[in-house]
């Protein structure tokens, strides 16, 4: 059994930064080397074995290597394999039931992530109106892709303004996004008032989650659909993480504001890699593998059975099973102890969050703020 460390280091050698794309973005995790999953657990090459409050940037709601999901994606992967061309009986099934669960999702596209789900959202948003400007928000992520791959970060000196996170990006793209304070309905107003013919449309993740799930004003999300229905603009809920999180239905359902378009992934399917977009069929006609269509759409891993069948396993048993409730139990329980361990030990931070998700912000030298989970 190679140990972690020298794993690593082989890695170092063949993947850019080593290791793999996840385990890089989280400062100190480079050299975990992964043998095992199960449940809310895993292993690593030199023995350990970590109890996993990361889980995976989101998706396994049902722990890690969920027996039932597993054997699905076996059984589909022996018996189906992938065609790429027609059509399964699986890929049929899920679209009816996101259609079902989410009211919003009138028909659905799968994906393989849901950076292509955001991607597409906005695409076809463009075509929809023919219009230019996209509307984002900071400290919300929707994927690596030049259309929306800035601002994760909030930085209030940077409000309105823009602040990439990566290089690379075209300055046409960079322009054409406009990044506002999230919650903040007199920025919208303002920007729907000076631009409102130009934009094409509004993404938002209804609760930003990279940034500690930061709750929305009812407000706010209000004043979204207003402004939108208004100026002829798509609203977009990035619901990749809040999607089948919290709730069935979505932050859509817990809100009761509906978007135009939804995109999808992470807990669909507890890690197995599958996205969606869905929304309006007006919309969503505008997608098609026809020449010419307004909106072409194909990829050749959309619809695999073996991703199908893990997702059809995930919904059955987040239907069936309590586990919003458990997981959001434990997510308060975390974040009650948590902020008692740190008030006993005089450490200066806070926790935020919502339902199973929590985040710690330390800040060094200064007297505990107040939260900005609102
Ligand atoms: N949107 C949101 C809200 C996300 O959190 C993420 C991933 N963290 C994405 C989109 C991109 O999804 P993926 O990593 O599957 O491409």
């Not at 596209?109 to 597409?120: D, I, M």
């Not at 902020?339 to 007297?367: D, H, N």
Request: proline letters at 6%.
């Amino acid at each position: 059994n190679e140990s972690g460390a020298r794993l690593a280091e082989r890695a170092r050698q063949v993947v850019p930064g080593g290791v793999n794309s996840g385990q890089r973005s989280v400062p100190g995790l480079t050299d975990l080397v992964v043998t095992g999953t199960d449940g809310a657990r895993f292993r690593t090459a030199d023995g350990r074995e970590y109890t996993d409050f990361h889980s995976a940037f989101g998706p396994p709601l049902l722990g890690h290597n969920d027996p039932d999901v597993a054997r699905a994606t076996a059984e589909a992967g022996a018996t189906l394999g992938h065609m790429g061309v027609g059509v399964t009986e699986g890929e049929v099934l899920l679209a009816e039931q996101l259609t079902e669960l989410i009211p919003s999702i009138e028909k659905v596209l799968l994906t393989s992530t849901g950076s292509e789900a955001t991607f597409h959202a906005l695409r076809v948003s463009r075509a929809a109106t023919g219009r230019r400007l996209v509307v984002k928000f900071q400290g919300c992520y929707h994927g690596w892709h030049d259309a929306v791959s800035l601002n994760v970060i909030s930085a209030p000196e940077k409000v309105g303004g823009h602040d990439p996170i990566s290089t690379g990006i075209l300055p046409e793209v960079l322009e054409a996004t406009l990044v506002l304070p999230f919650n903040d309905s007199e920025a919208v107003r303002r920007t729907f008032a000076e631009h409102g013919s130009d934009i094409a449309a509004v993404i938002v993740e209804p609760v930003p989650h990279n940034v500690g799930a930061l709750l929305p004003y009812q407000e706010f999300l209000t004043t979204l659909r207003e402004e939108t229905t208004k100026a002829g603009s798509i609203l977009i809920f990035d619901e990749v993480i809040t999607g089948f999180r919290h709730d069935i239905g979505g932050w859509q359902k817990i809100s009761g504001v509906t978007p135009d378009l939804t995109t999808l992934g992470k807990a669909i399917a507890n890690g197995a890699p599958v996205g969606a977009i869905g929304g309006r069929a007006d919309l969503m006609d505008l997608f098609s593998t026809r020449p010419g269509a307004p909106a072409f759409f194909a990829g050749t891993y959309n619809g695999h059975p073996s991703v199908v069948a893990a997702a059809l396993a995930t919904l059955r048993k987040l239907r069936e099973e309590p586990v919003h409730e458990h997981v959001f139990r434990l997510g308060e329980r975390v974040r009650t102890e948590l902020t008692g361990l740190y008030e006993r030990l005089g450490v200066p931070a806070v926790v935020t969050g919502y339902g199973s998700v929590f985040v710690s912000y330390f800040m060094p030298g200064e007297a505990p703020a107040p939260t900005r989970t609102c």
